[in-house]
C-alpha cells in the first residue's frame, strides 16, 4: 500500500506530468497490488473440490458462465457475503483493467441474486470499475491517449464541449447506445475533462437501462436462464 501511494504522488507532483516510464511503473504496481487483493478474496472462499477449483475462473464463453454459476449458487446461500465480495472484486478488476469477462458476470448476477439486488450489483460494479479505470487513465493513461488516440479524443472532445450543459444525460445515451466503446470513455473521459462525478452518475444510471433488459429475460432453469441473458445482452 505504501508503496503504491509512493508512485502515485511522485506522478502528480512530478514537474513534467507523468513520464512514460513512471506511468508504465505506476500501473503495474496498481495491477500487482489489485492482483493481490484479488488474491487474498478468493483465500477466504470455501473450501473447494478440486473439479469445482477448476471451474472458478473468469468465464471466456457461454460454457465457461454455465459452470461458474452452478458452482457459486451451490455455495452462495450458505458463504453469502464471500460469494458476494468474490463477485464485487472480479467485477471491478475486471473493468478497471479493461479485461474481457464483465459481460458474463453481468448475466451471472441475474442468476444468482433477485432482480432488484443484481440490477443494483452490476450497476453499481460498472460505475466503479468505470470510475477506477478513469482514475487511472487520469494518472498513467494521457500519454497513450495522446499519441494513439488523438485524432478520437479531439472528435470526441468536441462533442463533449457541444453538450457540456447536459453533460450526465450525454454520458447516458453514449452508455446505452454503441456509438463509443466502452473502454473508450473510460480513458479518455480524464484527458478531456470529464468530471468524475458526472462520469460515474452517468455510467450508473445509463446501465440501468441496459442491465434492465437483459436481468428480466431470466427463467428458473439455469441453462436456459443464461442462454436467454446472453442473447438478450448482445442484442
Known sequence: MQCVAW????????????????????LITI???????????????????????????????MDDAKALGTVL??????????????????????????????????????????FPIALFLVCLCSGLGASFCYMLSYLV???????????????????VDKHREHLINYIIFLRITPFLPNWFINIT????????GVFFLGTF????????RSLLQRNIHSNTSLLVMLQSYVQ
Open 73 to 114: 449458487s451451490k455455495y452462495k446461500d450458505t458463504y453469502y457475503t464471500q460469494v458476494l465480495l468474490a463477485y464485487f472484486a472480479t467485477y471491478i478488476f475486471l473493468q478497471t483493467f479493461a479485461i474481457p469477462g464483465s459481460i458474463f458476470l453481468s448475466i451471472l448476477s441475474g442468476y444468482l441474486y433477485p
Open 141 to 159: 493513461g494521457r500519454p497513450m491517449v495522446y499519441k494513439y488516440l488523438t485524432e478520437r479524443a479531439q472528435k470526441w472532445s468536441q462533442q
Open 189 to 196: 473521459s480524464p484527458v478531456i475533462n470529464v468530471p468524475l
Open 31 to 61: 495491477f500487482a497490488f489489485s492482483a493481490c487483493v484479488m488474491y487474498l478474496v478468493f483465500r477466504n472462499f470455501p473450501e473447494l473440490s478440486e473439479d469445482e477449483r477448476e471451474k472458478i475462473q473468469i468465464p471466456k464463453d
Open 205 to 212: 444510471l445509463g446501465k440501468i437501462n441496459h442491465q434492465t
Open 7 to 26: 508512485v502515485i504522488l511522485e506522478v502528480i507532483h512530478s514537474p513534467r506530468g507523468a513520464s512514460a516510464r513512471m506511468s508504465i511503473l505506476l
